[in-house]
């Protein structure tokens, strides 16, 4: 079974990334020097630039290279063996994963959620709200929300399915450095979407449930796959703003 998940074409990311290894080893790139941009790489690779950017993070993760605002991604280390390359589940696997799981697990906790259950979960979006607030915020209510509509499913194995995928999230380097991206980007939890899939558990209605619940991964996938992006028109207004600045004081 494992032979089929490696060969299957959510794990292209993986073949792009041995093949720029490959690359960097035989000197086409060199450390130091900047990797074509991602839609270049896409036409040159005929690959997706989701799939671009997740074999770039995979990389990052593993410190052959390094992505800066602005600027581009550079080589920082010399290319190796290939088959030494470890990798792990990508943040994208992984929230296709969750929209999966976590939706029917909406769904059945919605015909099992009690009162205390539903004030449990919305106190999470209101503490998801406080953290999106803080500077430095953590997305730990995030975390507890999710899992408090895992536990409303009252079994076990659902809830120990959805655990395990939230631990994958933190543990799994190629994971973790996405969602930091994203984070920086300022990229956080939506309280609106959070509230929908609460006012579907308060109706009772799985599907509601379901149908709130897949929107908002549906959503978290897309800021995903456009977190790097995201940074980098960021960092282009910025510049773009202190531009303005420094004229607007020339002209004073």
Do not use: C
């Not at 800021?223 to 002209?251: G, H, M, N, P, V």
């Amino acid at each position: 079974m494992s032979s089929k998940v490696e060969n299957s074409s959510n794990r292209l990311y993986q073949d792009l990334a041995r093949k720029l290894m490959a690359e960097i080893a035989s000197g086409r790139y060199a450390v130091g020097s900047r990797l074509p941009a991602e839609r270049e790489l896409a036409l040159q690779m005929e690959v997706s630039r989701p799939t671009v950017r997740e074999a770039i993070i995979a990389l990052e993760a593993q410190g052959w290279l390094e992505t800066r605002v602005g600027s581009g991604t550079y080589v920082v280390r010399p290319g190796g063996n290939q088959a030494t390359a470890q990798f792990d589940v990508s943040a994208i696997e992984l929230t296709e994963a969750r929209l999966l799981f976590e939706g029917e697990a909406a769904a059945l906790a919605a015909t099992q959620v009690t009162e205390a259950d539903l004030e449990e979960i919305t106190s999470l979006v209101d503490q998801i709200a406080a953290e999106n607030l803080a500077p430095n915020g953590s997305e730990q209510a995030d975390r507890a929300f999710h899992l408090a509509i895992a536990r409303a499913t009252r079994n076990s194995a659902v809830y120990n399915t959805i655990e395990q995928l939230w631990d994958l999230r933190a543990n799994s380097p190629e994971a973790a450095l996405l969602h930091e991206k994203a984070r920086t980007a300022n990229i956080k939890p939506v309280v609106d979407e959070h509230t929908a899939i609460l006012a579907a558990l308060r109706t009772r209605d799985p599907a509601a449930a379901r149908s709130a619940m897949r929107a908002h991964l549906s959503q978290v996938l897309e800021s995903l796959l456009f977190a790097t992006e995201e940074r980098q028109i960021e960092a282009a207004r910025a510049s773009i703003q202190a531009k303005r600045d420094r004229y607007a004081r020339a002209t004073a």
